[in-house]
C-alpha cells in the first residue's frame, strides 16, 4: 500500500555531507509521520530524526544541529540533510512513515524503505 524508495547514500570523509531522498507512492492509508531511522553493525535500528503530523520536527540528541530533515510534498519526497558527518554515523539509514502521529509509538507498524548505506570514514 506503501512503498518508500531511499537514495543519496555513500561514502564520505569525517565532516562531510550527503542528502538522502525518500520518495513515497502508493499511499492509500492516512499518513500522519515520516522520518528516518539507523542501523549500524550489530545494533539496533534506532530514530533519526522526523517530521510530525504537528509539522514539528524530532531528532536524536546524536544529531542534533547537524542534520535536518525536510520534504518537498510537489515531489512527494522525503530528505535528510546531513553536515559534519562522523564515523559513528556509519549504518543502513531508513526511510520510514505511520499512520499515527509519531514514528515511534508503534514501531512494528511502521512502513519501511529498504534502507541506503551511509559509511563515513574517519
Known amino acids: 500500500q506503501v512503498q518508500l524508495v531511499e537514495s543519496g547514500g555513500g561514502s564520505v570523509q569525517a565532516g562531510g555531507s550527503l542528502r538522502l531522498s525518500c520518495a513515497a507512492s502508493g499511499r492509500t492509508v492516512t499518513i500522519y509521520s515520516m522520518g528516518w531511522f539507523r542501523q549500524a553493525p550489530g545494533k539496533e535500528r534506532e530514530f533519526v530524526a522526523d517530521w510530525s503530523w504537528a509539522s514539528r520536527t524530532n531528532y536524536a540528541d546524536s544529531v542534533k544541529g547537524r542534520f535536518t530533515i525536510s520534504r518537498d510534498n510537489a515531489k512527494n519526497t522525503l530528505y535528510l540533510q546531513m553536515n559534519s558527518l562522523k564515523p559513528e554515523d556509519t549504518a543502513v539509514y531508513y526511510c520510514?512513515?505511520?499512520?499515527?502521529?509519531?514514528?515511534?509509538?508503534?514501531?512494528?507498524?511502521?512502513?519501511w524503505g529498504q534502507g541506503t548505506q551511509v559509511t563515513v570514514s574517519s
Open positions: 520510514a512513515c505511520s499512520q499515527f502521529r509519531s514514528l515511534t509509538y508503534s514501531m512494528t507498524e511502521n512502513y
